[in-house]
């Protein structure tokens, strides 16, 4: 059975820094694409940043230079890195993991930027 479980949210002031996990069980962790979603109050779910097999990165422009995502593959896990965290970033975080055609989701982790 394929769980992926988030860590690391929180709130954190704007300008701040918090460092996103997300440990796999279930699947041979290294062979898949991983990624970081997000989703706002009344907003759809958007794409954050992903990682491929390989160690290519994607992301989203409004997160470009001050995320980071990385992966273990030793350890099943998946980070993401934020930081100079702007209110706008405020949602909640979610993994997924490309797997099939639709993909497998963890429960997510809520992140709160606000003075």
């Known amino acids: 059975q394929v769980q992926l479980v988030e860590s690391g949210g929180g709130l954190v002031q704007p300008g701040g820094s918090l460092r996103l996990s997300c440990a796999a069980s279930?699947?041979?962790?290294?062979?898949?694409?991983m990624g970081w979603y997000r989703q706002a109050p009344g907003k759809q779910r958007e794409l954050v940043a992903s990682?491929?097999?390989?160690?290519?990165?994607n992301y989203a422009d409004s997160v470009k230079g001050r995320f980071t995502i990385s992966r273990d593959n030793a350890k099943n896990t998946v980070y993401l890195q934020m930081n100079s965290l702007k209110p706008e970033g405020t949602a909640v975080y979610y993994c997924?993991?490309?797997?099939?055609?639709?993909?497998?989701w963890g429960q997510g982790t809520q992140v709160t930027v606000s003075s």
């Open positions: 997924h993991a490309q797997i099939g055609t639709s993909g497998r």
């Open positions: 279930g699947i041979i962790f290294r062979l898949y694409t």
């Open positions: 990682i491929d097999k390989g160690g290519s990165t």
